[in-house]
């Protein structure tokens, strides 16, 4: 499968512990984003990286998160002290981007579930 | 005001039945329109993307109203296997970030 793959799928973890999840892009896809989706709404924008560059953080995002491309292939999402309000969906895609303006279809990947006890 | 705005629905259409989406953005500055699809507990999917021309595939039609501010999907003969959830993306000029709006859910019934 080429597709965007992410792992763990599933999370169950108690309030106050660290969570981290990696996401693997499309390997020839270099902008790469993760998004946070709850019920009942549409994806909600973290961050984007283009190449290893973290290039936008979203103002809602808390310093509890942070998120690394080290070498411009797989990322990681990080959460320290996990509250009951990170309880969601953390989504994955990739792109295949040239030129600022330039958008390209993004592809998503199955997503991890996070539930904070 | 939302920057992406959507009806939830649910529209609970039979099968056959024509069905209209709209979804409002506020930022007139935007460039790039797109519909995904979402089943449920599933990841989004690129339907389409919208053109300044309008466009078309196969039973999907969308649009783009720049004055008004609105693009809009319409579904003609509607199979069950079109229930989902149409979410809209807009995308201002120069930003690498798109913004989805909280999704239409649509229900297609025998």
């Known amino acids: 499968d080429t597709g965007v793959s992410q792992d763990p799928r599933h999370k169950i973890t108690k309030r106050g512990q660290n969570v981290t999840f990696r996401c693997d892009p499309i390997?020839?896809?270099?902008?790469l984003y993760w998004y946070r989706q709850t019920l009942g709404q549409g994806p909600e924008f973290l961050t984007y990286?283009?190449?290893?560059?973290?290039?936008?953080k979203s103002r809602l995002l808390s310093d509890r998160f942070s998120a690394e491309r080290p070498k411009g292939s797989f990322s990681t999402l990080e959460i320290q002290r996990t509250e009951q309000g990170d309880s969601a969906m953390y989504l994955c895609?990739?792109?295949?981007?040239?030129?600022?303006?330039?958008?390209?279809?993004?592809?998503f990947g199955p997503g991890t579930r996070l539930t904070v006890l | 005001r939302k920057e992406v705005e959507q009806d939830p629905g649910p529209f609970n259409v039979p099968e056959g039945a024509t069905v209209a989406f709209n979804c409002t953005y506020s930022?007139?500055?935007?460039?790039?329109f797109f519909w995904y699809r979402q089943d449920c507990r599933k990841e989004p999917k690129l339907l389409m993307s919208?053109?300044?021309s309008g466009n078309e595939d196969g039973r999907f039609t969308a649009q783009l109203n720049r004055a008004s501010q609105y693009i809009s999907l319409l579904i003609r003969d509607s199979k069950l296997s079109d229930s989902a959830t149409y979410l809209c993306?807009?995308?201002?000029?120069?930003?690498?970030?798109?913004?989805f709006g909280r999704g239409t859910s649509l229900i297609v019934h025998p």
């Open positions: 895609a990739s792109s295949l981007g040239a030129g600022v303006g330039v958008y390209n279809e993004q592809f």
């Open positions: 390997s020839e896809h270099n902008r």
């Open positions: 990286f283009q190449n290893e560059a973290q290039l936008e």
């Open positions: 930022n007139s500055a935007s460039q790039s």
């Open positions: 919208v053109y300044s």
């Open positions: 993306v807009v995308r201002s000029g120069g930003s690498y970030i798109p913004t």
